[in-house]
């Protein structure tokens, strides 16, 4: 795992956008994966930046969603569909073909995991994925005590999760299951990027990167991932003493 602490939250944003530019720049085919939820749109707002500027070039990219709350689709403000297409696919010039996203409104939710799970392996699996970390130590829904063996599946939401999805939604929504990737489509990355910025953060970082490997925290399982770049700012790395 290679750390790099920035020291505030813009910066931190920049370099894992630049670190994701100049991915494409090797790679133009890549397939991306980025997740919602708050700690991207830093970065998202670099990489559509870049778009204009003509740094990058995604025409050539494809892209699959993390994660959905089962029972929300673009329609609801807080949702990964609206958050992704609002803050990023909507502001690059791509093509909705480019892009594979779980509907969380889908009638037949195990139909939509393998619709999902085809497309990633008839593009050759996800190149470059980005992923936050939840207050729990959570991957996109894939919660505490999570299988390994999974790839796209359905999911009970962890009690911290249903806590913290307030912060998404303008209004009070019952949320009870997410559709995930999972831990078996996560490790079958090339590369990963974690990152996590803010003080409220520190505490799972910490577990993340010094505790061990346990279901308990689904971050930590990643530690041994061979290309792992873990971005930090100043504040949620803190407790690190390593
Ligand atoms: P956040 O979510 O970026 O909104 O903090 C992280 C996560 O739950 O994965």
């Not at 790679?27 to 749109?41: D, F, N, Q, R």
């Not at 990489?47 to 709350?69: G, I, M, P, T, Y």
């Not at 497309?119 to 939840?134: A, E, M, Q, T």
């Not at 919660?143 to 912060?167: A, F, M, R």
Request: glycine share 6%; proline share 4%.
């Amino acid at each position: 795992m290679e750390i790099i602490i920035k020291q505030d939250y813009d910066k931190m944003s920049k370099e894992a956008a630049d670190f994701i530019v100049n991915y494409i720049n090797n790679k133009p085919e890549t397939l991306l994966c980025i997740a919602g939820g708050e700690t991207p749109a830093g970065i998202l707002k670099y990489l559509v930046e870049a778009s204009n500027n003509k740094k990058v070039d995604f025409s050539k990219c494809k892209f699959v969603s993390l994660d959905e709350w089962v029972g929300l689709g673009r329609e609801t403000r807080g949702s990964c569909k609206e958050t992704l297409y609002n803050q990023f696919f909507d502001l690059i010039p791509i093509t909705e073909e480019q892009i594979c996203f779980f509907d969380g409104l889908a009638s037949d939710l195990e139909k939509e995991c393998k619709r999902v799970d085809k497309f990633i392996s008839d593009n050759g699996n996800i190149d470059l994925i980005v992923l936050g970390i939840g207050m729990n130590g959570h991957i996109g829904f894939n919660e505490p005590n999570v299988p390994l063996d999974t790839y796209c599946h359905v999911v009970g939401l962890d009690p911290v999760t249903k806590d913290v999805s307030v912060k998404y939604f303008d209004k009070a929504l019952d949320v009870k299951q997410g559709i995930s990737l999972g831990m078996k489509t996560i490790n079958e990355a090339d590369t990963i990027l974690l990152i996590a910025n803010d003080l409220r953060k520190a505490d799972i970082v910490k577990k993340t990167v010094e505790g061990e490997k346990m279901p308990e925290v689904p971050s930590s399982l990643l530690k041994d991932f061979p290309k792992l770049y873990f971005f930090l700012d100043e504040a949620a790395a803190s407790k690190l003493t390593k």
